[in-house]
């Protein structure tokens, strides 16, 4: 099955500063319907101004994964964890037992990012942070893993859940499959472009929400950059 969640009808709130789409129940927007998918609890798609950002904040047992899409996200927590991750890029924070942080987008441009929320499979354990990067051009044609805490995952930011998050570039006309399996879910955004799974349209922004398909097929309408959550 799959069901699509065109970008126009995904609750948000635009506070200026930040305008930001959420995906699955969130903040202020609630929906029954939206409330997850498998272990998959949250996608945010936002837009942050230029020198704004969100100051310090505490997170436990969630794994977060921001993937940055345009501009640059500059993340401190109190672990003394400090970094700069730009566009096309992976930052993860395993929150664990407890952790406070901030991240800003300290550009003269705007940022915009994915950040993925995935339910850890244990509660607890210490807090960890970690960025890479992932040029576009190692994701030509195919899907590369970015996170994952799946073994065998080793390039990938590790994070604690039995899940995969994936990246894959594609012109026009190519096609990537993405092997799936029975019992697992898979989320999917294009951050560009527009594709087509079993002859459904996916534009830019919008999500899939995919199960029961032994392999997922994607093939691009036009040039795109597609992300993929695979979990249990």
Known sequence: MIDIRRCST???????????????????????????????????????????????????????????????????????NRGRTEAGDVQVMSAGSGIQHSEYNLEDVTTRIFQIWIQPSQRGGQPSWGAKPFPKDDRAGQFVTLASGI??????????????????????GETADYPLGAGRFAYLVPATGAIEIDGERIDARDGAAIRDLDVVRITALEDSEVVLVDAA
Request: aromatic share 8%.
């Open 151 to 172: 073994a065998g995952d080793e390039d990938a930011l590790p994070i604690r859940a039995d899940a995969r998050v994936v990246g894959a570039t594609l012109r026009a």
């Open 10 to 80: 995904l609750g948000g709130a635009n506070h200026g500063w930040l305008d930001a789409k959420h995906h699955f129940s969130f903040a202020g927007y609630h929906d029954e319907t939206r409330m997850n998918w498998g272990d998959l609890r949250v996608w945010n798609d936002d837009t942050i101004a230029p020198r704004t950002g969100f100051p310090p904040h505490p997170h436990r047992d969630m794994e977060i994964i921001t993937y940055v899409r345009e501009g640059a996200i500059s993340h401190q927590d109190n672990l003394g």
